[in-house]
């Protein structure tokens, strides 16, 4: 059977993740769980999170899970959502704390003299809403949906990806931003595919299928 760990450290979207993993891959099994063990045995890890960056590495660290995250980082088909991608990076300026290290770049605020539309309206920040996503290239969990596509988002901080070759996707909000990346079994998003409809259900989908 398909187990699927769903990284609970306190933080996140944990049971919406779960009913939409179910929904899309009725045969997994799905834990939501804090146990290290759990996420070490499990054949895929999903990690989601919204919150403020320092609040999620404390509690990560205060559960135990961060090596049993880093290590699912490189050995098993891997998706994080919103904080679970921006904590693979190495430092955020999001109370200037340190992420997981697993990617290289790092994580920056919106810059406020920037937000400004293509109307020239200002632009409010966090960044909330539905917004194009604009593909890098081909990947497996974008197999069924377009380029362009709209998905929802939540946050006041982006990616600033440390080489171009691990940006799948970007965004514009004021300015162009990374919103998805990708390496090996690793695969991150910015946005929130539990909230985007179809085209959410449609990556996580994907997601239960690959074989990176």
């Not at 205060?62 to 980082?73: K, P, Q």
């Not at 998905?151 to 799948?168: C, K, M, R």
Request: hydrophobic residues 45%; proline residues 6%; aromatic residues 8%.
């Amino acid at each position: 059977m398909n187990t699927v760990a769903i990284v609970d450290y306190g933080m996140g979207n944990l049971r919406s993740v779960a009913k939409a993993i179910e929904h899309v891959a009725r045969d997994a099994r799905i834990l939501v769980t804090s146990d290290p063990k759990e996420v070490a045995a499990a054949d895929r890890v999903v990690v989601p999170g919204q919150g403020a960056m320092p609040d999620c590495m404390r509690e990560l660290d205060a559960r135990g899970l961060r090596d049993a995250v880093i290590e699912a980082t490189q050995a098993r088909p891997f998706l994080g959502i919103c904080i679970g991608l921006q904590m693979l990076f190495g430092a955020s300026e999001e109370g200037n704390v340190a992420g997981l290290g697993v990617l290289p770049g790092q994580v920056r605020r919106f810059p406020r003299e920037q937000m400004v539309g293509a109307d020239g309206s200002r632009l409010k920040v966090p960044h909330m809403g539905w917004n194009e996503v604009n593909q890098a290239g081909p990947h497996a969990l974008w197999e069924g949906i377009a380029s362009g596509t709209r998905f929802y988002f939540v946050h006041s901080y982006y990616v600033e990806a440390g080489g171009p070759s691990l940006i799948a996707a970007f965004s514009v909000y004021g300015i162009p931003f990374t919103c998805a990346v990708a390496k090996d079994n690793i695969f991150a998003v910015q946005f929130h595919p539990e909230k985007s409809a179809d085209a959410g259900l449609k990556l996580l989908g994907n997601f239960m299928r690959w074989k990176p």
